[in-house]
């Protein structure tokens, strides 16, 4: 595969929101940010992933956008933002920017026209409908419950709006609105940004009609009709061609429900589209039939038929994006390690699956400090709209309070929205005032200060398996394969590149179980890269004691 600085890199996600207040008002903001890049430094990412920090009403914390050039009262003013850029460039580091367009807020200028009368020059902006018998326009659910489509009195039509009702989709069809779309990229890049990642970016393009989708329930999933429609790659070829062709950056994609086949098309090296994408197929491991909020448990081996089908099927052919959290998801150490007894060696095992396979590993805020899940004891401490929406829906359904405020603390979005917990003065050193979301009590013991000072954290650990990608271009470009493919408690696997091969050996559980070396790995001796445990000299691999959670990565002669 081609060298790129972008696959060579290590991105850390910031939710800026919950990262560091600055001004006491228990919003994080961008001076906030400023104030802690000595950190991000110390870490050694190459790349900062910024969540939205335009001017938004909040209706779902800056992912509704109603000015795509102006910066968020709350979080600072453009001149704060470009010292952040510079602090970020001076350190060597990059910047990426989320591009939310697939929808606006309703507070957009486009939509406050768009809504005004069916004549209006921005009517079609959007996707208007008229109803059916009375009804919405088509029987799609919304994201975030309830119906996908908003009534207006003031035309009486209908809009769409796949997330909130604050959040109407753009019509993409409409030429204006792509030219409007590459304008404010263009601007964000003149600025001297490496590159975006894009909100939803397979929802834009949706099926002429938008028929009906299928289900039991009232509103039903509409997904086929709008999640990689027939113009999606005419559009984003267009958008590569105007646009991203032009400077040197990195973009990913979020793109649920999409599969290796079609990630080839949205990344294949020579089709002018993105550079990589979110995957979610592992990230819906843990769902019941009924969807996200039915949680099953996880199995092993389906976690590494996953990850090794977008290892092998894009191999040659395009890039992974590599994550096991975001500020979606739940926190990685809670849902696929253990976040009691065997917290820091789980996440220190987690991490090295991230940033030993190929592809470009993700880190999301926290998740180097091994912060977990939390558990609030009423609905009213919540803040996601998400999270609201479901609660209300189901109550309605006649689910037990008790029943979804366990679906909440396992796969509510606030899980990863607590903020960050700097050290152990009260609110985490987050903020001096009262901070919009609750930090997770256990701050006093999970805390960057406590980390950095400790040579053995998931901090310290996730330093140097960043520091590894950099020393061997094998772990970043190497080939990818499966070691003991039907294992219920060992994930294995080798990283190859001419002569240069890695062994890579995780205990998944906390039970003990013994490593047995495949005969097809042959080996004279080994030099051990990194581990969470030490290996005694002169351990032989055909037969491994593996510990809770152990981790081991070793090169093989
Ligand atoms: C995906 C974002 O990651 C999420 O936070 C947001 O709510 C939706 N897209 C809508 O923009």
Redesign the pocket.
Known sequence: MKKTWWKESVVYQIYPRSFQDSNGDGIGDIPGIISRLDYLQKLGVDVIWLCPVYESPND??G?DISNYRGIMDEFGTIEDWERLLDGLHSRGMKLIMDL?V??TSDEHAWFVESRKSKDNPYRDYYIWRDGKDGQEPNNWASIFSGSAWKYDETTEQYYLHL?SQK?PDLNWENEKVRREVYDLMTWWLDKGIDGFRM??INMISKVEGLPDGEGESKYKDGGKYFMNGPRIHEFLQEMNREVLSKYDVMTVG?TPGVSPEEAALYVGEDRGELSMVFQFESMDIDSGPGGKWYVTPWKLLDFKRIMSKWQTELDGKGWNSLFLN???QPRMVSRFGNDGQYRKESAKMLGTLLHTMQGTPFIYQGEELGMTNVKFATIEEYQDI?THNMFKEHREAGRSVEDIMASIYSKG?DNARTPMQWDATEHGGFTTGTPWLVVNPNYKEINAEEALADPDSIFHYYRRLIELRKQHEVLVYGKYELLLEDHEHIYAYTRTRGDERLLVILNFFADPVTFELPASVGYRSYERLIGNYELPEGTRLEQLELRPYEAQVLRLR
Do not use: M
Request: hydrophobic share 20%.
């Open positions: 779902d914390n992912y939310v697939n929808h997330f959040q909100d939803v979020e975001n500020h979606d998400e979005r």
